[in-house]
């Protein structure tokens, strides 16, 4: 999984929860190689990675002892995780939406990796119990339909969109957008609670953590929810309630395309040239969570913006981890924390290939970014709920 010899970095995590599927275990060897896998050798699995176009090499059984004696020594920041079973994945996404319209059910698609799609019936009806992780697709939580009221209040598609919102919210009882999507968040937040994976990218990332700290709080304005929003709301936020961002200032304009501070996307001045965040680096033996999230075969990663494109360092809470960052601009990009017995990863920006993701823009052809950096991120999510776990080291 190097930079050298693997040609088709994505279809590798497929091929390895293709044969975690068939109940084969296999070692995600931390640090060494670019995050390698070790496979078992069958012919199977030779005959799907050709399939396939993933690069593999055959060794013996005492040249994998050896690897494995060179990861386990102590001298040495490596570490061997043994995946035992295949996740079940849910997609948090509305009907309609195409897999190009998110970056994760993008790259499930091209990575051959099966999901099941839920969306807010699935999820109050507690559907979510069949799941060990959960994406959250580029989601409004906060009933203000994404913010795209000044841009797009005339198009149709807002319109449609807006009136389908509705149309649901009703059926599942509630009287406004704002009141469901709530009621879904906090079931979200249980399902973490109660030990399992999320992971969200983009507007789905701050807009859960807001609608979680407004609770009870009415931060809508009329042309979302037909009524005015709850006097001084900025004062009646609790920033207990949420996962990640703590001490944040909601945008109140209804024609900003912003929730609130913790984006940095208004914020920055890098060039896109210039533009790049750097992974960190953990101790694969002390800290193995963080250390499979960053596995990739590089440390640089390119930037990639989106409605909410990275977070504001110093509205991060200090219980969250963060994995991703670009110092110079005093931003983080990709974090995670632990809620309860479960974990979630937050990742800014839309699409790591598509730098500035626009409404209508065509669709990111993956097979022209086999080997993206940014994509692997996303990947490591996905396997993470498969190694064996192990008691955390406080």
Known sequence: MDAEHQKNHLKAYGITFWTLDKDLKVKWLLNYRGGSFLLPNTESIQRECQIRGVSFEII??????????????????????????????????????????????????????????????????????????????HEDFTGQFGKFYSAYKAASWYIEEKKEA?????????????????????????????????????????????????????????????????????????????????????????????????????????????????????SAKWD???????????????????????????????SVLVMGENKSNGEAKYIHGIKGKGFFTFYGGHDPEDYQHRVGDPKTELQLHPTSPGYRLILNNILFPAAKKKKQKT
């Open 166 to 282: 509705e149309a649901l919210a009703n059926k599942l009882g509630f009287s406004k957008v704002s009141q469901a999507k709530l009621a879904v968040a906090l079931k979200i937040r249980d399902y973490v609670i109660g030990g399992g994976f999320m992971f969200a990218m983009c507007s789905a990332t701050d807009s859960f953590d807001i609608a979680l700290a407004a609770e009870g709080i009415d931060i809508c304005e009329p042309m979302f929810d037909g009524d005015g929003s709850t006097p001084a709301y900025q004062n009646k936020i609790d920033y207990s309630k949420t996962f990640a961002f703590t001490n944040f200032t909601l945008e109140r304009s209804p024609n900003v395309y912003e929730f609130s501070s913790i984006d940095m996307t208004s914020k920055r001045r890098i060039p896109k040239t210039t533009d790049y965040f750097s992974l960190m680096e953990f």
């Open 60 to 137: 013996s059984t005492p040249k994998a002892e050896l690897i494995l004696k060179e990861i386990s020594s102590p001298s040495k920041n490596m570490e061997a995780v043994i995946l035992e079973k295949a996740p079940k994945i849910a997609v948090y996404s509305p009907s309609g939406k195409q897999p190009w319209d998110d970056a994760v059910t993008l790259v499930l698609e091209y990575a051959e990796i099966p999901y099941k799609t839920v969306y807010d019936e699935e999820v109050l009806n507690d559907h979510l119990l069949l799941y060990d992780w959960l994406h959250l697709h």
């Open 288 to 318: 193995p969570i963080p250390t499979m999230l960053c596995q990739n075969h590089t440390a640089l990663v390119k930037g990639f913006m989106g409605q909410t494109t990275a977070f504001t360092r110093d509205e991060i809470k200090s």
